[in-house]
């Protein structure tokens, strides 16, 4: 099993910045898939980057060029860095991993995260 612990959300100024971590631990070496979604009040669920092992990293459309997701081997963390951040991003962010059919498949995930809150004031 992977466990996930995210860290690094709160509540910035529109444009401004923040960097989410997700500490993994567990059997890591199962996992291919890595990322982050999101899910606002009252809205579904939304993939916004995704990292394969080896592979591409794959980004909701609304954040390319705002967001770039990276991982550090050394210390077994996922970051999600985030700038010119806007209201439409307020939502709750998940740390994700495992090894689902497509990135954009969140039911296919085996680990989330507990969540970690960021508001985007205007």
């Known amino acids: 099993q992977v466990q996930l612990v995210e860290s690094g959300g709160g509540l910035v100024q529109a444009g401004g910045s923040l960097r989410l971590s997700c500490e993994v631990s567990?059997?890591?070496?199962?996992?291919?898939?890595w990322g982050w979604y999101r899910q606002a009040p009252g809205k579904q669920r939304e993939m916004v980057a995704v990292?394969?092992?080896?592979?591409?990293?794959n980004y909701e459309d609304s954040v390319k060029d705002r967001f770039t997701i990276g991982r550090d081997n050394a210390k077994n963390t996922v970051y999600l860095t985030m700038s010119d951040l806007k209201p439409e991003d307020t939502a709750v962010y998940y740390c994700?991993?495992?090894?689902?059919?497509?990135?954009?498949?969140?039911?296919?995930?085996?680990?989330w995260g507990q969540g970690t809150q960021v508001t985007v004031s205007s």
């Open positions: 994700v991993a495992g090894n689902p059919s497509t990135c954009w498949d969140w039911n296919g995930y085996d680990a």
């Open positions: 567990g059997s890591i070496f199962t996992i291919n898939y």
């Open positions: 990292r394969v092992s080896g592979g591409a990293s």
